[in-house]
């Protein structure tokens, strides 16, 4: 017998059956794994889109969302992709010329148009919600607040989205659905996590929501809203204080100063070395201050900045009421509000303002906040316009009365302490997208929350496709061990020298 002929008995790979079997095998097992790839490979995404306007007091802004087309109604991720603030003032501004309203929102409209590919146009839905100004204007004059949403409509038409009506959102909706754009951004709703409160400074109207443990609704119902979102119940106290805005509630402060009707009111919570003339007119128009008016008010006053911020405390605590409550415990005016609990994020003018004045790091102890506070109040006036040539002057003559009023609303207002003042997180935006009630509002007008939590596949894709695979080649190998296992029974090859 020959070495060859010896090596050959000895190695079944070498025989044709078993070359046959492996090329068949491999190509089998590059066939499953392929056809498994292709088959659950993740489709070109597609997007979808949405346009939400938020008419706030002071001004308008347009954000546009995306989320990809396959998912929305599950886990999708709906994103701000794109925001535009519109130029001039809020639409509750233009009570007197209402179609200017309108005529404001063509430059982002057309920003829009542009930026949300043309085929998805007819089906991108378009929402506009008002906020307090016009919450404002609608106790004032609702006529003048019906021709500016019917201009602000009519003018919203002209575009080629879904428009789905222009409406006052109300103080309990305007809370909860910031809540939600919190929670949903943060991922806490999907994954069932302990919630964010949501606190929103705006120029007309401030709310505050979220969910404490010892609250069940049942004391005050009117501050309760329940969702079930993933799944889970949440129980959520908010409410929404008109007139506690920072514009309001400087005219609101500014006006219990001057109630006497002066022809100078020297004020603690402007800058020393400040001062204009200004029409007592402005100080009582609107709802929040016009029961404020004097019965013989000058026609003009001349506004003087002293800047002490304890003063500016005192000022800014006396347009609260926190003599009456009944129910087990208020926040202010009355206001039932339960134990505050959990972290806090603060948007908006919150924002705005802490990060202005360099105060948006919370582990700072407040009383060091309150220092630097007073610091800054007493800071002449035409120092800090030195110090700040960009800054828009209007802003800047209000940070130290809005830094002081943030600080008395979340102490002496929502009854923060010394302790729970880190809860709180002052933030713009999360991830790629602004904080607001914006975003909530359309995740539920869309439906795209849903109440329960989606089935979702227990593997991800790649762990799919690799245990597919190991488990083609473990089978494969058990198959050729079997197969060599049948070999003692495979009849004697020819080649085997013949004994003659
Ligand atoms: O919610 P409502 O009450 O309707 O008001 P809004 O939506 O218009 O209010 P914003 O949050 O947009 O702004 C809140 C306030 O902050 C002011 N503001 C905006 N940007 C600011 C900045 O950079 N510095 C200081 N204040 C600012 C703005 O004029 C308002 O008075
Ligand atoms: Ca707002």
């Not at 003032?89 to 010329?97: V, W």
């Not at 949403?149 to 879904?162: E, H, M, Y």
């Not at 500016?312 to 006396?318: D, F, G, I, N, P």
């Not at 790649?462 to 049948?486: C, R, W």
Request: charge should be positive.
């Amino acid at each position: 017998m020959s070495a060859q002929r010896e090596m050959k008995e000895k190695n079944p790979w070498q025989t044709p059956v078993m070359i046959i079997i492996t090329v068949i095998g491999v190509i089998a097992i590059v066939a499953l794994v392929t056809v498994a790839v292709l088959q659950n490979r993740p489709l070109l995404q597609k997007y979808k889109y949405g346009i939400v306007l938020d008419a706030g007091s002071s001004h308008t802004a347009l954000y546009i969302y995306e989320w990809p087309a396959e998912k929305d109604n599950n886990t999708g991720r709906v994103e701000q992709t794109h925001s535009c603030k519109v130029k001039g003032p809020g639409i509750s501004s233009y009570a007197s010329a209402p179609l200017e309203a309108g005529e404001s929102l063509r430059a982002c409209m057309q920003e829009a148009e542009k930026l949300v590919p043309g085929k998805r146009h007819h089906e991108t839905p378009l929402y506009l919600g008002a906020t307090a100004g016009m919450r404002l204007l609608n106790i004032e004059n609702s006529s003048a607040s019906d021709k500016v949403f019917q201009a602000v409509g009519d003018a919203l038409q002209k575009f080629p989205f879904s428009y789905q009506g222009a409406r006052i959102l109300s103080g309990q909706e305007e809370g909860a659905f910031g809540w939600v754009t919190v929670n949903y951004l943060d991922d806490r709703l999907k994954q069932g996590l302990e919630t964010t409160g949501a606190l929103d400074l705006g120029g007309a109207s401030t709310q505050i929501s979220f969910v404490s443990n010892n609250y069940d609704g049942s004391e005050s119902p009117r501050n309760s809203v329940t969702f079930r979102l993933y799944g889970n119940d949440y129980n959520l106290y908010t409410h929404s204080f008109l007139c506690y805005g920072k514009d309001q509630a400087l005219k609101m402060t500014l006006a219990q100063m001057a109630k006497e009707g002066p022809a100078t009111v020297f004020d603690p919570c402007f800058h020393p070395g400040y001062t204009a003339t200004k029409n007592y007119s402005i100080l009582y128009d609107g709802p929040c201050v016009s029961d404020r008016k004097p019965q013989a008010a000058l026609a003009t006053f001349t506004h003087t900045g002293k800047g002490n911020f304890l003063q500016c405390q005192e000022a800014v605590k006396s347009v609260f009421n926190f003599t009456y409550c009944k129910y087990s415990r208020c926040s202010f005016n009355g206001v039932f509000q339960p134990l505050l609990q959990g972290p806090f994020g603060a948007f908006s003018a919150y924002y705005f303002v802490m990060n202005f004045l360099n105060l948006t790091d919370t582990s700072i102890p407040l009383e060091t906040v309150k220092d630097s506070l007073k610091r800054y109040c007493a800071t002449p006036w035409n120092q800090i316009m030195l110090l700040h040539p960009d800054v828009k002057l209007k802003y800047l003559a209000e940070y130290c009365f809005s830094g002081t009023y943030i600080l008395t609303l979340l102490t002496e207002g929502y009854n923060f302490t010394s302790k729970s003042y880190s809860d709180i997180k002052f933030i713009k935006k999360i991830k790629s997208s602004d904080a607001g009630w914006t975003l909530g509002y359309m995740l539920n007008l869309t439906n795209m929350i849903p109440a329960e939590n989606p089935d979702s596949p227990p593997l991800p894709h790649v762990g799919y496709v690799s245990i597919l695979s190991v488990i083609a080649v473990l089978l494969f190998i058990l198959f050729i061990l079997f197969i060599l296992s049948l070999r003692p029974l495979w009849p004697r090859c020819s080649k085997q020298p013949q004994i003659v």
